[in-house]
Every structure is written in structure tokens, then in C-alpha cells.
């Protein structure tokens, strides 16, 4: 049978049976790697754990095809090795950036500068990392046109390169908190003591509780990294601005929940300043100052005494 069908393709004996045993193997490999699938979506329920298990089995089953195909096209490890190293010194030239991006690859799950889940910035692109692939990864894109770091609901792919050729910021590994700032201004006319005290106050009431579980994380992360915390409760800066006096709030958040706390301070903030006549918020104003015409100057001139 096989014989016939190389005198058809005009095919070697050998070379048939390797097409065939290839073709088999694939069919073998595929039905194995739907079984797989199918047990691990009915028996593994947590969404974060399924992913990091699909995951593996897509590395054994792409290794198995490699092995697999080559033992039937290649005898002996020999003519294996001669392929490889001709194949791979055309490759290194041809396909430079697929290159990289495979070696980005193994440096990410070797070093794991992030890992699934971790909000990243890298090369001006910010987002939570959904996916990491031989070539590339993906992120939901957050800040961009959006205030606040919340998503803007596209998905950025990335290559695997770029985590070796420009700096990359994690806000999660070694400390998940990061300070945000509240600048609040008020005119020089208001009691600005005690508009700060009201903003110690909203500061340490949405904060404060924050510090405490920061501070334990630092702690872990310092056996790691040469991190040295200075104060992590809620602080209020005072600084004097052309418009008045700026209040800036200074507290520790979580990435995700920043625009959420921030609205809640400011209605807050709001609400505790109008209750307070002597405080204002101030805005930029511009003053004219007109000088008398000479009309006027004469008119306002005194007029002296007679003799």
C-alpha cells in the first residue's frame, strides 16, 4: 500500500512512512491534547489556577511534537545535532526578533519580573498582565485617555524582547501599595490650620488602616530588596502657591482602588469645607489695577489755602 501511494507522489518508500507516522502522530498528539483540555476545564474550578495548568500542558505538548517528529525524520542524535546547528546559525540571522522573543520568554518565567495578574508599565504601555506566550504577552491596557489607572478595555500584546530592552515598573512584587496625592488649594483668607487638620483627618480615616499591612510588606520585601519605608501614615504638605495655599494630601493606596478612594476624600473633602465659612477653596484669579486718568488726578489733587 504504502509503496503505491510513493510511486503516485513519486516519493521514496522511506519518506512515505515518515509522512505517515508523522500524520499519525499529529492526529495522536491533537486527541491527547483535547482530552487534557476537557479534564482540566471540568476538574480544575479556580479561573487563575486552570489558566497556569493549561499553560503547562501546551509546553509538554509542544515538546512532545518536537521530539516525536524529530525521532521519526531524524536517526540518531547525530544527524539530529547537524540539522540543529546548520538550522539554527540561518535562523539566528533570518528571524533576529523571534529570536529575542523566545529568549524574553525564558527570561520571564526564569527571573519572573511578573507574573499573571501583576499591574505592569513598560516602554510608556501600562496594564494587568492576562497572558504570557512563547512570543509575546497581553495586557488590559489601563490609564491612557482614562483618569486614574482604571482600564480603557483594549488589550495590548507585547513582545517578550521588550522586558530586556526597557525598564519595566511592577506595582505589585515586593510592594502592591504605591502614595498617591490629593492637592487641594484654599485662598490665603482662610483658616488654612485648620483646613489641614479636616484633611489629617479624612486622610487618616480612609488610609490609615493601609499603613499597617504596608509596613508588614516591607518587611518581606526587605529580605529581597534594600527597601527602607519612612513614614507610611496619611500626611498633609503645606506649601504656598500664586492662589493661595496648597494642601497636599499624601496616602498609600492600592492601584486599583486609587480613583475610588480619591473620590470618596474629595466628596468628603467638600462637605467638611462648606461647613467651615472661614475656609475657601481658592482658583486662579487675575487683579487689574487701573491707574486715574488726569481728570481725575487733578479732581482728587488738594486745593491749597488762600492767603
Do not use: C
Not at 494587568?128 to 491612557?144: A, H, P, Q, T, Y
Not at 515598573?169 to 483646613?195: C, D, H, L, Q, R
Not at 479624612?202 to 490609615?208: C, M, T
Not at 480619591?262 to 462648606?274: G, S, T, V, Y
Request: charged share 20%.
Amino acid at each position: 500500500m504504502l509503496m503505491t501511494y510513493a510511486k503516485f507522489w513519486n516519493l521514496s518508500e522511506g519518506m512515505m512512512e515518515q509522512i505517515v507516522f508523522s500524520l499519525l502522530a499529529l492526529i495522536f498528539l491533537l486527541l491527547l491534547r483535547l482530552i487534557a483540555s476537557k479534564l482540566i476545564n471540568s476538574r480544575v474550578q479556580d479561573d487563575r489556577r486552570r489558566y497556569h495548568i493549561r499553560r503547562i500542558a501546551t509546553y509538554i505538548h509542544t515538546t512532545l511534537i518536537f521530539l516525536i517528529i524529530g525521532s521519526i525524520w531524524f536517526q540518531g542524535i547525530a544527524s539530529l545535532g547537524t540539522f540543529l546547528g546548520l538550522a539554527s546559525a540561518g535562523l539566528a540571522v533570518a528571524l533576529h526578533d523571534t529570536i529575542a522573543n523566545i529568549a524574553g520568554f525564558f527570561f520571564i518565567e526564569a527571573r519572573k519580573p511578573f507574573r499573571v495578574g501583576d499591574r505592569i508599565e513598560l516602554d510608556h504601555v501600562k496594564g494587568d498582565v492576562i497572558d504570557i506566550r512563547l512570543f509575546e504577552f497581553s495586557l488590559v491596557e489601563v490609564g491612557n485617555w482614562v483618569d486614574a489607572d482604571q482600564s480603557t478595555g483594549r488589550i495590548v500584546h507585547v513582545p517578550n524582547s521588550m522586558v530586556m530592552r526597557s525598564p519595566l515598573s511592577n506595582y505589585n512584587i515586593g510592594f502592591e501599595y504605591i502614595w498617591n496625592e490629593i492637592p487641594v488649594m484654599v485662598t490665603f483668607e482662610s483658616n488654612w490650620k485648620k483646613a489641614k487638620a479636616l484633611l489629617s483627618e479624612i486622610g487618616r480615616k480612609h488610609a490609615e488602616a493601609l499603613s499597617v499591612g504596608a509596613q508588614e510588606q516591607i518587611r518581606r520585601a526587605a529580605r529581597k530588596y534594600l527597601i527602607i519605608a519612612g513614614t507610611l501614615t496619611p500626611t498633609v504638605y503645606t506649601t504656598v502657591k500664586d492662589s493661595g495655599v496648597m494642601l497636599t494630601v499624601r496616602y498609600i493606596v492600592n492601584p486599583r482602588q486609587r480613583r475610588g478612594t480619591e473620590q470618596q476624600m474629595w466628596e468628603e473633602i467638600l462637605d467638611a469645607f462648606a461647613a467651615e465659612p472661614d475656609i475657601d477653596l481658592a482658583y486662579n484669579t487675575t487683579r487689574f489695577y487701573t491707574l486715574p486718568s488726569e481728570d481725575e488726578a487733578s479732581k482728587n489733587q488738594p486745593i491749597p489755602d488762600s492767603i
